[in-house]
């Protein structure tokens, strides 16, 4: 460890049937995909900036034989690897306490029978959390959470994806709350604490702008590349800025849109960013990842949630796990 302050990198490894489904497209039950064209090419990234992230794998993903290779190589390549449930549903919230304990016995199976690893870091799909989930994760001993995304801007990402679908009535029901609420903004951005009796879990929130709370994942960062990169980069080292500023660990998300093209997955032409080629978004990512290197050192989740367990003094009981609670109800120990 060196003198500087810590920060995060952490990939989604969401595959291409995961994203067909939110948007309600039948082909997802054939379980499409794009991991053994994305991981290497991730893996060869994060090498030639010498880090180590985690991976949030989907247990679906493990559990088919065509994704056991790319999905070991992030193990054998030493990245951390979490949990990013089974189903890959965003609407944990509705789920039972006994699908909930389904979703994880047979995720954790499939992650370890792949990688050798049991997660113990875990990201709600969509930020998809609730405080059954939070209970859940403590009772399985998981040391951390990285599911709340503190930004306003959840319902607009949800009308974009509505866009040219249609849905039934349950469909709709759930994804009434998909990428959560304007009050979501009020959430803490800061890695704290949650507390219950004599278990503790951290919470790794997804970093967002401090002061605006807007976006400032690479995925949102492309969006604005694909209408100016100019802007992307100023908009991104304002953002670095403003953390430094405040005292903000980043934690930085990734996708596997964040390294393919159109011509890589061509279904995924609706999602934003895609227009631009995959060689144009590892060039933006690498120019943000060396400003962040700059002033931080990168780690893992997992090593990022040692260490606010160890320095914390931020901490929160499990009983708020409400969506916008505002951060002033937190509790200092």
Known sequence: MTDKPI???????????????VRGEPSWCDFPGYLDIVVPRMLRFLDD?????????VGQDAALGVNHDPIAMLAEEGHEIGNHSFHHDPWLHLYSQQQLEEEFDRSEYAIEQVTGVRPVGFRGPGFSCCQ???????????????????????????AYYMLNTRFSRKQMEERKELFGSFSDA??????????ENESRLVEIPVT???????PIHASYVNYLASMSVTLARVYFRKAITLC??????????????????EKDAPEMAFFPGMRMRAHQKMELLSECLELVSKHYEIVTM???????????????????AVAGLPPELLNEA
Not at 141 to 157: C, H, K, M, N, Q
Not at 302 to 317: D, N, P, Y
Request: charged share 15%; net charge positive; aromatic share 12%.
């Open 7 to 21: 920060a995060s990198v952490s990939v989604d490894l969401d595959n291409l049937w995961s994203y067909l489904k």
């Open 49 to 57: 900036h010498g880090l180590k992230t985690t991976f949030f794998v």
């Open 132 to 158: 059954r989930v939070l209970q859940l994760l403590m009772r399985r001993g998981y040391e951390y959470d990285g599911s709340t995304f503190a930004t306003s801007l959840g319902p607009v990402a949800r």
């Open 186 to 195: 009020f959430q803490y951005n800061k890695p704290f604490v949650w507390t």
């Open 208 to 214: 967002t702008m401090p002061l605006t709370r807007f």
């Open 244 to 261: 430094r500023l405040t005292g903000t660990p980043p934690s930085l998300l990734l996708h596997p849109t964040d390294f393919l093209g």
């Open 302 to 320: 997992r090593q990022q949630a040692e260490l606010v367990l160890q320095q914390s003094h931020v901490k929160r009981s499990i009983s708020t």
